[in-house]
Protein backbone atom coordinates (compact mmCIF):
# COMPACT_ATOMS: atom_id res chain seq x y z
CA UNK A 1 0.00 0.00 0.00
CA UNK A 2 1.76 3.41 -0.82
CA UNK A 3 2.35 6.25 1.29
CA UNK A 4 -0.12 9.44 0.16
CA UNK A 5 0.55 12.65 1.22
CA UNK A 6 -2.79 13.99 0.22
CA UNK A 7 -4.41 16.02 3.36
CA UNK A 8 -7.99 15.87 2.46
CA UNK A 9 -8.10 12.46 3.76
CA UNK A 10 -8.49 11.47 7.61
CA UNK A 11 -4.71 10.13 8.33
CA UNK A 12 -3.44 7.19 10.60
CA UNK A 13 -0.99 8.31 13.05
CA UNK A 14 1.80 6.69 14.74
CA UNK A 15 4.70 8.03 17.35
CA UNK A 16 8.22 8.60 16.34
CA UNK A 17 9.34 7.45 19.64
CA UNK A 18 9.26 3.46 19.28
CA UNK A 19 8.62 1.25 22.35
CA UNK A 20 9.42 -1.60 19.69
CA UNK A 21 8.49 -2.87 17.02
CA UNK A 22 5.34 -4.63 15.58
CA UNK A 23 5.24 -6.52 12.23
CA UNK A 24 1.66 -7.52 10.57
CA UNK A 25 3.13 -8.93 7.28
CA UNK A 26 0.17 -8.58 4.59
CA UNK A 27 -1.35 -5.93 3.44
CA UNK A 28 -0.67 -3.49 6.40
CA UNK A 29 2.76 -2.97 8.64
CA UNK A 30 2.56 -0.74 11.52
CA UNK A 31 5.06 0.65 13.85
CA UNK A 32 3.47 2.00 17.00
CA UNK A 33 4.05 3.45 20.30
CA UNK A 34 3.15 6.33 23.16
CA UNK A 35 2.17 8.84 23.21
CA UNK A 36 1.17 9.65 19.42
CA UNK A 37 2.11 12.48 17.26
CA UNK A 38 0.91 13.22 14.08
CA UNK A 39 3.13 11.16 11.44
CA UNK A 40 1.36 10.58 8.88
CA UNK A 41 0.51 7.22 6.97
CA UNK A 42 -1.79 6.53 4.21
CA UNK A 43 -5.09 6.49 4.38
CA UNK A 44 -7.06 2.98 4.37
CA UNK A 45 -8.88 3.09 1.02
CA UNK A 46 -11.91 0.53 0.18
CA UNK A 47 -12.47 -0.48 -3.39
CA UNK A 48 -15.04 1.44 -5.14
CA UNK A 49 -17.93 -0.33 -6.28
CA UNK A 50 -18.79 2.22 -8.60
CA UNK A 51 -17.33 5.79 -9.69
CA UNK A 52 -19.99 7.49 -7.34
CA UNK A 53 -19.46 5.60 -4.39
CA UNK A 54 -17.86 7.21 -1.66
CA UNK A 55 -14.25 7.38 -0.19
CA UNK A 56 -13.92 5.47 3.29
CA UNK A 57 -11.56 5.89 5.88
CA UNK A 58 -10.90 3.86 8.93
CA UNK A 59 -9.38 5.72 11.64
CA UNK A 60 -7.10 3.67 14.24
CA UNK A 61 -5.48 4.60 17.26
CA UNK A 62 -3.25 1.69 18.34
CA UNK A 63 -0.54 1.74 21.17
CA UNK A 64 1.06 -1.35 21.32
CA UNK A 65 4.38 -2.66 23.70
CA UNK A 66 6.81 -4.88 21.69
CA UNK A 67 9.05 -6.68 24.17
CA UNK A 68 12.18 -8.76 22.35
CA UNK A 69 13.27 -11.92 24.87
CA UNK A 70 15.81 -14.54 24.62
CA UNK A 71 14.20 -18.10 26.24
CA UNK A 72 17.58 -20.34 26.83
CA UNK A 73 17.58 -23.61 28.49
CA UNK A 74 20.02 -24.06 32.02
CA UNK A 75 23.23 -24.04 30.10
CA UNK A 76 22.30 -20.54 28.52
CA UNK A 77 21.89 -22.23 25.07
CA UNK A 78 18.90 -20.21 23.01
CA UNK A 79 15.21 -21.99 22.97
CA UNK A 80 13.37 -22.01 19.51
CA UNK A 81 9.93 -23.37 18.49
CA UNK A 82 7.94 -22.31 21.77
CA UNK A 83 4.19 -20.98 21.14
CA UNK A 84 2.66 -17.96 22.28
CA UNK A 85 0.53 -20.13 24.84
CA UNK A 86 3.91 -20.42 27.17
CA UNK A 87 4.59 -16.67 28.10
CA UNK A 88 2.88 -14.59 30.15
CA UNK A 89 3.57 -10.97 30.23
CA UNK A 90 3.05 -8.46 33.03
CA UNK A 91 2.95 -4.51 33.09
CA UNK A 92 2.85 -3.15 36.74
CA UNK A 93 2.05 -6.63 37.92
CA UNK A 94 -1.05 -6.68 35.89
CA UNK A 95 -1.35 -9.36 33.47
CA UNK A 96 -1.57 -8.21 29.65
CA UNK A 97 -3.64 -10.13 27.01
CA UNK A 98 -1.16 -11.15 24.05
CA UNK A 99 -2.03 -9.32 20.63
CA UNK A 100 1.21 -10.15 18.47
CA UNK A 101 3.43 -13.02 18.70
CA UNK A 102 6.56 -14.09 16.56
CA UNK A 103 9.85 -15.23 16.38
CA UNK A 104 12.33 -13.25 14.55
CA UNK A 105 15.72 -14.12 12.75
CA UNK A 106 17.12 -10.63 11.86
CA UNK A 107 20.61 -9.06 11.20
CA UNK A 108 22.12 -7.00 14.15
CA UNK A 109 23.91 -3.69 14.34
CA UNK A 110 26.29 -5.05 17.18
CA UNK A 111 28.80 -2.17 19.22
CA UNK A 112 32.25 -4.45 20.87
CA UNK A 113 33.50 -2.52 23.49
CA UNK A 114 36.67 -4.34 24.77
CA UNK A 115 38.47 -3.60 27.70
CA UNK A 116 41.79 -2.79 27.45
CA UNK A 117 42.24 -0.77 30.54
CA UNK A 118 45.71 -1.37 32.82
CA UNK A 119 43.42 -3.96 35.11
CA UNK A 120 42.92 -6.54 31.99
CA UNK A 121 46.40 -6.71 31.44
CA UNK A 122 46.94 -10.24 32.36
CA UNK A 123 43.40 -11.25 30.76
CA UNK A 124 44.19 -9.15 27.58
CA UNK A 125 44.73 -12.84 25.97
CA UNK A 126 41.13 -14.13 26.84
CA UNK A 127 39.65 -10.70 25.96
CA UNK A 128 40.70 -10.70 22.44
CA UNK A 129 40.16 -14.21 22.29
CA UNK A 130 35.93 -13.93 23.44
CA UNK A 131 35.87 -11.00 20.88
CA UNK A 132 37.35 -13.20 17.61
CA UNK A 133 34.83 -15.78 18.40
CA UNK A 134 31.91 -13.72 18.69
CA UNK A 135 33.10 -11.90 15.38
CA UNK A 136 33.73 -15.28 13.59
CA UNK A 137 29.89 -16.21 13.91
CA UNK A 138 28.54 -13.07 12.35
CA UNK A 139 26.18 -12.97 9.03
CA UNK A 140 26.80 -10.76 6.55
CA UNK A 141 23.81 -8.60 6.92
CA UNK A 142 25.49 -8.15 10.26
CA UNK A 143 27.10 -4.71 11.07
CA UNK A 144 29.84 -3.68 14.27
CA UNK A 145 31.89 -1.49 15.02
CA UNK A 146 34.75 -1.25 17.51
CA UNK A 147 35.65 0.49 20.79
CA UNK A 148 38.29 0.20 23.38
CA UNK A 149 37.97 0.88 27.06
CA UNK A 150 41.08 3.17 28.71
CA UNK A 151 41.88 6.26 30.44
CA UNK A 152 38.87 7.74 28.15
CA UNK A 153 37.38 5.82 25.51
CA UNK A 154 38.62 4.89 22.28
CA UNK A 155 36.97 4.40 18.67
CA UNK A 156 39.13 1.73 17.21
CA UNK A 157 36.25 1.23 13.79
CA UNK A 158 33.17 2.49 12.69
CA UNK A 159 30.52 0.75 11.40
CA UNK A 160 31.36 -2.15 9.05
CA UNK A 161 30.41 -5.25 8.23
CA UNK A 162 33.95 -6.63 7.15
CA UNK A 163 34.35 -8.91 10.23
CA UNK A 164 37.76 -9.24 9.10
CA UNK A 165 38.87 -5.85 9.29
CA UNK A 166 37.55 -6.11 13.02
CA UNK A 167 39.57 -9.00 13.79
CA UNK A 168 42.06 -7.74 12.27
CA UNK A 169 42.14 -4.33 14.14
CA UNK A 170 42.84 -6.29 17.31
CA UNK A 171 46.54 -7.69 16.90
CA UNK A 172 47.98 -4.25 18.16
CA UNK A 173 45.70 -4.15 21.09
CA UNK A 174 47.57 -3.31 24.35
CA UNK A 175 46.40 -3.19 28.05
CA UNK A 176 47.42 0.16 30.05
CA UNK A 177 45.76 2.85 31.48
CA UNK A 178 43.16 3.84 33.97
CA UNK A 179 39.22 2.39 33.32
CA UNK A 180 36.56 4.57 31.84
CA UNK A 181 34.23 1.79 31.45
CA UNK A 182 31.07 3.68 32.16
CA UNK A 183 31.79 6.32 30.15
CA UNK A 184 32.71 3.54 27.20
CA UNK A 185 29.64 1.85 27.20
CA UNK A 186 27.56 5.24 27.51
CA UNK A 187 29.12 6.36 24.50
CA UNK A 188 28.70 3.18 22.68
CA UNK A 189 24.77 3.73 23.72
CA UNK A 190 24.69 6.99 21.48
CA UNK A 191 26.69 5.50 18.97
CA UNK A 192 24.12 3.08 18.50
CA UNK A 193 21.46 5.84 17.40
CA UNK A 194 23.53 5.61 13.63
CA UNK A 195 22.81 1.88 13.06
CA UNK A 196 21.43 1.10 10.12
CA UNK A 197 19.20 -1.95 11.72
CA UNK A 198 16.57 -2.13 14.07
CA UNK A 199 18.04 -5.09 16.54
CA UNK A 200 20.94 -3.43 18.50
CA UNK A 201 23.03 -4.75 21.03
CA UNK A 202 26.50 -3.95 22.59
CA UNK A 203 28.81 -6.70 23.70
CA UNK A 204 31.35 -5.52 26.32
CA UNK A 205 33.84 -7.99 27.12
CA UNK A 206 35.63 -6.71 30.31
CA UNK A 207 36.53 -7.45 34.07
CA UNK A 208 33.72 -4.95 34.78
CA UNK A 209 36.18 -2.16 36.85
CA UNK A 210 36.07 1.51 36.72
CA UNK A 211 38.47 4.39 38.10
CA UNK A 212 38.30 7.08 35.96
CA UNK A 213 34.75 7.83 34.48
CA UNK A 214 32.92 11.14 34.13
CA UNK A 215 29.39 9.70 33.77
CA UNK A 216 28.30 8.03 37.15
CA UNK A 217 26.70 4.14 36.86
CA UNK A 218 23.78 5.54 38.03
CA UNK A 219 23.64 7.36 34.73
CA UNK A 220 24.54 5.20 33.06
CA UNK A 221 21.49 2.44 34.42
CA UNK A 222 19.07 5.25 33.88
CA UNK A 223 20.46 5.36 29.97
CA UNK A 224 20.69 1.93 29.72
CA UNK A 225 16.98 1.75 30.72
CA UNK A 226 15.69 4.59 27.80
CA UNK A 227 17.71 2.81 25.20
CA UNK A 228 15.88 -0.33 22.95
CA UNK A 229 19.54 -1.55 23.03
CA UNK A 230 20.09 -5.29 24.48
CA UNK A 231 23.46 -5.59 26.28
CA UNK A 232 25.64 -8.79 26.55
CA UNK A 233 28.62 -8.71 28.73
CA UNK A 234 31.86 -11.30 28.89
CA UNK A 235 33.26 -10.83 32.30
CA UNK A 236 36.87 -11.59 32.53
CA UNK A 237 37.92 -13.19 35.90
CA UNK A 238 40.75 -14.70 37.25
CA UNK A 239 41.17 -17.48 39.57
CA UNK A 240 41.19 -16.52 43.12
CA UNK A 241 43.89 -17.99 44.55
CA UNK A 242 46.60 -15.58 45.99
CA UNK A 243 44.32 -12.55 45.35
CA UNK A 244 43.54 -10.31 49.09
CA UNK A 245 40.61 -10.11 49.85
CA UNK A 246 40.06 -6.08 48.05
CA UNK A 247 40.86 -7.47 45.39
CA UNK A 248 38.43 -10.21 45.40
CA UNK A 249 35.70 -7.34 46.31
CA UNK A 250 37.03 -4.94 43.43
CA UNK A 251 36.33 -7.87 40.90
CA UNK A 252 33.28 -9.14 42.30
CA UNK A 253 31.59 -5.59 41.93
CA UNK A 254 32.91 -5.04 38.46
CA UNK A 255 31.64 -8.58 37.38
CA UNK A 256 28.12 -7.34 39.41
CA UNK A 257 28.08 -4.14 37.20
CA UNK A 258 27.86 -6.06 33.91
CA UNK A 259 25.68 -8.48 34.95
CA UNK A 260 23.27 -5.53 36.27
CA UNK A 261 23.51 -3.73 32.73
CA UNK A 262 22.81 -7.44 30.61
CA UNK A 263 19.70 -7.85 33.13
CA UNK A 264 18.20 -4.02 32.57
CA UNK A 265 18.33 -4.48 29.21
CA UNK A 266 17.19 -7.97 27.98
CA UNK A 267 20.88 -9.09 27.36
CA UNK A 268 22.98 -12.22 28.91
CA UNK A 269 25.85 -12.38 30.85
CA UNK A 270 28.86 -14.69 30.79
CA UNK A 271 31.76 -14.62 33.59
CA UNK A 272 34.82 -16.72 32.11
CA UNK A 273 37.41 -17.83 34.14
CA UNK A 274 38.61 -21.32 32.33
CA UNK A 275 39.74 -19.71 28.83
CA UNK A 276 37.79 -22.95 27.40
CA UNK A 277 34.35 -21.13 28.79
CA UNK A 278 35.12 -18.37 25.77
CA UNK A 279 34.26 -20.11 22.73
CA UNK A 280 30.97 -21.41 24.11
CA UNK A 281 30.03 -18.17 25.79
CA UNK A 282 30.67 -16.03 22.48
CA UNK A 283 28.56 -18.54 20.42
CA UNK A 284 25.48 -18.46 22.78
CA UNK A 285 25.96 -14.80 22.87
CA UNK A 286 25.67 -14.69 19.09
CA UNK A 287 23.12 -16.77 18.75
CA UNK A 288 21.10 -14.56 21.17
CA UNK A 289 21.62 -11.87 19.76
CA UNK A 290 20.11 -13.30 16.09
CA UNK A 291 17.31 -15.30 17.82
CA UNK A 292 14.67 -13.79 18.98
CA UNK A 293 10.72 -14.22 20.12
CA UNK A 294 8.84 -10.30 20.13
CA UNK A 295 5.86 -10.37 22.65
CA UNK A 296 3.36 -7.95 21.89
CA UNK A 297 0.68 -6.34 24.14
CA UNK A 298 -0.89 -3.01 24.18
CA UNK A 299 -0.38 -0.06 26.68
CA UNK A 300 -3.05 0.74 29.09
CA UNK A 301 -2.08 4.30 30.67
CA UNK A 302 -1.90 7.00 27.95
CA UNK A 303 -1.55 9.99 29.67
CA UNK A 304 1.57 9.13 31.83
CA UNK A 305 5.00 11.15 30.23
CA UNK A 306 8.32 9.84 32.09
CA UNK A 307 6.27 7.15 33.85
CA UNK A 308 8.66 3.85 34.52
CA UNK A 309 6.48 0.76 33.40
CA UNK A 310 8.18 -2.21 34.72
CA UNK A 311 8.01 -5.25 32.63
CA UNK A 312 7.66 -8.71 33.73
CA UNK A 313 7.86 -11.66 30.56
CA UNK A 314 7.73 -15.41 32.18
CA UNK A 315 7.68 -18.63 30.73
CA UNK A 316 5.91 -21.50 31.74
CA UNK A 317 8.92 -24.05 32.51
CA UNK A 318 10.98 -24.46 34.96
CA UNK A 319 13.91 -25.62 32.93
CA UNK A 320 13.88 -22.43 30.89
CA UNK A 321 14.81 -18.80 31.62
CA UNK A 322 13.37 -15.61 29.87
CA UNK A 323 15.60 -12.63 29.05
CA UNK A 324 13.66 -9.38 28.40
CA UNK A 325 14.03 -5.95 29.29
CA UNK A 326 12.91 -5.04 32.86
CA UNK A 327 10.37 -2.28 31.68
CA UNK A 328 10.15 1.39 30.01
CA UNK A 329 9.46 5.00 30.21
CA UNK A 330 6.51 6.57 28.68
CA UNK A 331 7.25 9.23 26.65
Not at 41 to 58: M, Q, Y
Not at 89 to 104: H, K, N, V
Not at 154 to 174: H, I, K, Q
Not at 257 to 269: I, P
Request: with cysteine; hydrophobic share 40%.
Amino acid sequence: MPFSRNRSHTQLVASPLLVGRLCLRGAVALLVSAPLFPQPLAPVRPARKSESSPLKVIRADVRMVLVSAIVADRKGVSVNGLTQDKFTILEDTAPQPILTFSREEAPCSVGVILDLSGSMRDKLPAATAAVRAFLKTANPEDESFLMAVASRPESLLSFTDDAGTLRNSLRAARAEGSTALIDTVYLGLSRMRSASNPRRALLIVSDGMDNNSRYSKAELLRTVQERDVQIYTIGIAERPAGKKAIQLTEESRGLALLGELAGLSGGMSFTVVNPDGILPAASKISRAIREQYVVGYRQSDRDDPGKWHAIQLRINSPQLKVYARKGYYSR
